[in-house]
């Protein structure tokens, strides 16, 4: 059973930093696109970053510029470094597989004035 838990997340002041990991287990991820989704308090969850196996990474408009997305095949992992962060940032993040439609716990971002 694949298996992805996030790390990173936290609490920063406005224009500060935070690379968000997430790490699976239980399966290879390698041939699959990944994603960071996030979720505000009484919003919908929305698409923050995608990242497929080959090709373009995708990112919301919102933080075009500012967060980029990564993975390493070798270590199961996909990575969201976010720059510059801004109070509407704040939200739960979470790593997703499209293809298996699996989610991790989510991590929470926090970016105070």
């Known amino acids: 059973q694949v298996q992805l838990v996030e790390s990173g997340g936290g609490s920063v002041q406005v224009g500060g930093s935070l690379r968000l990991s997430c790490a699976a287990s239980g399966s290879s991820l390698r041939l699959y696109r990944l994603g960071w989704y996030r979720q505000a308090p009484g919003k919908q969850r929305e698409l923050v970053a995608s990242i497929p196996v080959i090709g373009i990474t995708n990112f919301a408009d919102s933080v075009k510029g500012r967060f980029t997305i990564s993975r390493d095949n070798v270590k199961n992992m996909v990575y969201l470094q976010m720059n510059n962060l801004k109070a509407e940032d704040t939200a739960v993040y979470y790593c997703?597989?499209?293809?298996?439609?699996?989610w991790g716990q989510g991590t929470q971002v926090t970016v105070s004035a």
């Open positions: 997703y597989v499209p293809a298996l439609t699996l």
